[in-house]
């Protein structure tokens, strides 16, 4: 078992995995905010479309 985690921490898999651990982290924080800020956008014309209607 302790060979194992050796062979792991010397290994070049770890610190990749953890590059895409981050990038991945900053892609979904990108897709978050993009969704967020469109849905709000798109809230805001429907309300105006609303308001147009009644």
Known sequence: ????????????????ATEYAVMLALIIVVCIATVTTIGTKANTQFGKVDTALT
């Open 1 to 16: 078992m302790l060979n194992r985690v050796k062979s792991f921490l010397k290994s070049e898999d770890g610190p990749t």
